[in-house]
């Protein structure tokens, strides 16, 4: 992606919320007087629900109530309060996140009637949730409560705030970002004379902003979604003009904007933006808007605004480059294919110098093992982001990301785990790399499969097809048999340890049901193969009389598997 040619499309987005009339509808919801919405009310929190025409908005309203700021986390909430209804925000890399202290406090003084609420809520009319100030802060708290059963074929809620203060931390905002789905049910109206929105004891940056935030003056606005431009946006000293702001202006700010959605003159005359990058001069056009700069004031603050414009630019190229990654993961995928299919002609490779490629790439003679290097770092890096990039999803995307992948996932396993397991016993040292040495990805994608093929019913049936061409199934088999050879090197020297001998003898066991099912890549007969070294050690040690021992005894037989048709007894 071109950088220097990016665009920033807020400008634009802005004027189509506007005019959608969406603003106007909500506001007048929450300025409305009508004395036929019966107003429920809680402690120190009033809601009204507004049934009209198919759609549903859920106003709340905080009156009496001194803001403090500071962060709690979830789990000091879970221990103190024994509140869990935000647990299901939590996953592996976000096991925590703090939210607004005050404002939870209020949100959990009002749970019960909140849940009874969210059980009254017609599920079947598109529902807008809402407030102004503090009551905005308790929508954005509600709407939270909703996205649960968001994604399970309920309609997702929408919630729309005026001058709400910020509600979490980082990990809060990321805990909702994790789902495009859950980050698309917030719009934020912020007015550039409101101070309440920008209300952050110091350090600011404890908090981040989550959704879309739409910033407004009196003659236009603009829109960003990425929370760090946000929140450059929201603490900026630049013309602070928050004096003699009332809630009662929110409402002219949008019939302006609604009446105003209509020109599409957007340019700042009098200006030269002709050396700045596009992407720069479509953000400088964009603060302009949301600060409601005329033609003269411009010039008189070009410079403080070219700073801030240029600091943004920063953020939301790194913004625009996070989001192409996370839009477009199969198109990296193409790329590991490549990877992949060096690899695959790196086996053929090591196979045609007679040894197979797990211990060529131990051994790590030639220049190709250290080409091989580079190919196996590559897939391990990528899909192990994918996986935890998979595992901070909700389940319901969790789940359609392990479908989608599963199978270039499974092969991926199958070929590289064992060049890691070659790594971890090349130097002779390391033992027990299942539970010592294996990437926890590794294990997950593990897990998808067995979890699939329960869904499925599918069970490990003999497959004699192409049998010279398939990858082990079991992509721990090579960690198993340097596990096999390390318990031989112990009967050696301790001829009475029971139980290595026990150990070994699972390990035969488990070798010849692998054959039995046609699982094992027939590489393993490779007669410089760690597999080999272990069973001409082992074969003297052991009684001879088991079903591998009769197999291994033929070398014909393995010819025989290598074409899928040896019949196991």
Known sequence: ????????????????????????????????????????????????????????????????????????????????NNFHRFEFLRAKKIPDFSVDGSTVSLFIDNLQKLDELKSEINSSNPLIVTGH?????????????????????????????????LVGDKKFQEAISRSSTWSSCFIHVVSYKNSLPKELNPPPRDYMPFGTFLFCSDTSSTCFENPESVLELLVSSTNDQSQGFEATDYGKLVKNLYRKAICK???????????????????????????????????????????????????????????????????????????????????????????????CFKKAISTADQDAVQWQKNLRNYWSDMVEEAEMKPQTEAAAFRIRWLYAGTNYRRMVEPLDIAEYYANGRRKDYVAKGRSRHYEVLEKWLEADKKEKGDSNSNNRKNVELILTIDSCFWARVEEALILCGELESFKEKEEAKGKLLEFENYVYESLKKYEVSPEIFLKESSYMSWWNKYKGMADNSGGLANFMRNPLHFDQYTKGNFSFP
């Not at 503090?134 to 729309?160: H, N, Y």
């Not at 008189?300 to 625009?320: D, R, S």
Request: positive net charge; proline residues 2%; charged residues 20%.
């Open 265 to 359: 003159d957007f340019t700042s005359r009098g200006l030269n933006l002709t050396h700045s990058t596009s992407l720069n001069a479509c953000i400088y056009l964009q603060l302009c808007a949301a600060l409601g700069l005329t033609s003269d004031m411009q010039q008189l603050q070009h410079q403080n605004i070219n700073a801030l414009a240029a600091k943004l630019e920063k953020l939301e190229n790194k913004f625009m480059y996070q989001k192409k990654e996370k839009f477009d993961p199969s198109k990296k995928l193409n790329v590991m294919k490549i990877d992949m299919a060096k690899l695959e002609w790196y086996k053929k490779h090591c196979k045609g110098q007679g040894n197979g490629y797990y211990d």
């Open 133 to 165: 100030g503090v009551g905005g802060a308790i929508a954005s708290l509600f709407t939270v409560l909703l996205l649960e059963s968001v994604g399970s074929g309920k309609k997702r809620p929408l919630c729309i705030t005026f001058g709400s203060p």
């Open 1 to 80: 992606m071109n950088l220097a040619q990016s665009f920033s499309s807020g400008i634009v987005l802005a004027p189509f919320v506007t005019s959608s009339g969406l603003l106007l509808k909500t506001w007048d919801a929450i300025s409305s007087r009508d004395e036929d919405v019966v107003s429920h009310v809680g402690n120190r929190l009033f809601w009204k629900v507004f049934e009209e025409q198919g759609l549903t908005v859920v106003v709340f309203e905080v009156k009496n109530f001194d803001l403090q700021h500071n962060l709690v986390s979830s789990s000091y909430l879970k221990e103190n």
